[in-house]
């Protein structure tokens, strides 16, 4: 089988490992005593050091009947080679045990003859190495599924091609960028506030960006682990120890390994755990974003009386004939994360300028202070709802947040001065924060792909791969949070 065709053939299919965090879909077969005591060993101390990834800023867990499933979106691929011949994917299995993943990929090629083949193999954890996380996989066995009779035809053309060695020498490495990003988003909005100084108040839509990189993949019984920092964090390699009671018996060391990734189990398809520096990191950046986050318009309306007894009564008052003016949120810090909420810290500041009228002891005036204003540290308890598979922060029904204005005069020799506290209702101003989610919601599945005599290639036929978060449920305690979701596959 030529070079090039191998290559182009092996990259589609371990596109099933783009298809769902860098899957595992790699053949998998048996390896000897002294290989898998060093993987078994190697993915023991990769937990031991960081303490089952609580220090990662983000861990994804999935377990292995999603990633089986995304692998089988793959049956039914066509490849067409320049000289007529083409190459079916017919089946995926995919198998996860600790340390490694196995997986059997049946491939059926059709030219003069028809052969059917089977590759066997294995992936360890992702290795980080020049900015890529490598998945290094070894093909350990190449099967001929075809009948006696034809096999030994078959054998005399395949040759080389049955034997793992030739796969595994002209594979190409499978490489995943270290990055991930998304966006956590506010959308636009506007309200209005009744009382003793009304206004209405407008909101841009805000996002900001938050940047993932991924610093390890492991495997493990029945579940994939992938565990991420804030951008810019520098992977460490981990060193292979071989001292220690166990480090001689592979079923002890699997027993040592799932007792430290105890933590790092999945009920459900999907588990998303989200650390308090991510989530302070995103919200801060979100306050940062830009320093116009509200405008404001007052309203007509009397923001003084008084009334004075000097020979006769007099009413002395002040009306606002009109202001505008803006709001910026300085600060949105996080408290804690425990019961199932959210406590934020929030200030803010602001200015207005105003145009005023009245009287004071008889005598007209009017005036155009521009008057500052402030939210001072005050707390925002949010909540987190779903909403068609996204996950929102939406503070408590009735939450308020109090903003102290001054607006202050001489008139004939008299300071007017007129203090007010505003109360904003922050679950209308902050009712929808969308959080980042990470991954999107349908992609784009290759069903035939033709490559030239010269071994270029390209993707003539796709379809979309549809999928749907369902049954998700969040828990938030102990600053970390924690959201597990079912995954539903389609294809339209």
């Not at 589609?12 to 053949?27: E, I, K, P, W, Y």
Request: glycine share 8%; no cysteine; aromatic share 4%.
């Amino acid at each position: 089988m030529p070079q090039r065709i191998t290559r182009r053939i092996q990259a589609v299919l371990l596109g099933v490992a783009l298809s769902l965090l860098g899957s595992l879909s790699v053949a998998a077969g048996q390896i000897d005593e002294a290989a898998r005591l060093d993987e078994l060993r190697r993915l023991r101390d990769h937990l031991q050091v960081t303490a089952s990834l609580r220090d990662s800023d983000a861990v994804v867990v999935v377990n292995e009947r999603l990633i089986a499933e995304a692998a089988r979106q793959f049956i039914g691929l066509e490849v067409a080679l320049a000289n007529g011949s083409t190459v079916r994917v017919t089946s995926v299995e995919a198998e996860l045990k600790t340390a490694a993943a196995l997986v059997k990929i049946g491939l059926q090629a059709k030219s003069s003859v028809t052969v059917n083949l089977q590759l066997l193999g294995r992936i360890n954890g992702g290795e980080i190495e020049n900015g890529v996380l490598r998945l290094p996989y070894r093909i350990m066995e190449v099967r001929l599924a075809n009948g006696l009779f034809s096999s030994l035809l078959i054998k005399s053309r395949l040759g080389e091609w049955l034997k793992p060695e030739t796969w595994n020498d002209e594979l190409p490495a499978l490489e995943l960028p270290l990055e991930i990003s998304d966006v956590l988003r506010i959308p636009a909005g506007r309200y209005d506030v009744q009382g003793d100084l009304p206004m209405e108040i407008t909101s841009s839509a805000l996002q900001a960006e938050a940047k993932l990189t991924i610093t390890s993949l492991l495997v493990l019984e029945k579940r994939a682990v992938l565990a991420l920092q804030l951008a810019g964090a520098e992977p460490r390699a981990i060193p292979v120890s071989f001292g220690g009671a166990n480090d001689r018996d592979p079923r002890a060391l699997e027993t040592e390994i799932e007792s430290l990734a105890a933590r790092l189990n999945v009920d459900a398809d999907l588990r998303l755990r989200l650390g308090r520096r991510f989530l302070s990191s995103v919200l801060a950046q979100f306050a940062g974003a830009q320093t116009r986050d509200f405008d404001i318009k007052l309203k007509p309306g009397r923001v003084r009386t008084e009334e004075v007894s000097a020979f006769v009564k007099i009413t002395n008052y002040t009306d606002i004939e009109s202001g505008e003016g803006l709001a910026d949120i300085r600060e949105l810090g996080l408290d804690q994360i425990a019961e199932g909420r959210i406590q934020l810290r929030l200030q803010g500041l602001g200015e207005l300028d105003t145009r005023l009228r009245g009287k004071e002891y008889g005598i007209p005036y009017s005036f155009s202070p521009r008057v500052n204003f402030a939210i001072r540290d005050q707390s925002l308890p949010l909540q987190f709802v779903t909403e068609n598979g996204r996950l929102l922060l939406r503070p408590l029904s009735g939450t308020t947040l109090p903003m102290q204005l001054r607006f202050s005069t001489n008139v004939a020799g008299q300071e007017i001065g007129i203090n007010r506290t505003i109360v904003l209702q922050a679950d209308r101003m902050f009712n929808r924060i969308e959080l980042p989610a990470f991954f999107g919601r349908e992609l784009p599945l290759p069903r035939r792909i033709e490559i030239d005599a010269n071994g270029g290639y390209q993707v003539t036929k796709h379809q979309k791969l549809n999928y749907l978060l369902g049954n998700l449920r969040i828990n938030a305690n102990e600053d970390v949070l924690d959201v597990l979701a079912d995954v539903k596959l389609s294809t339209p």
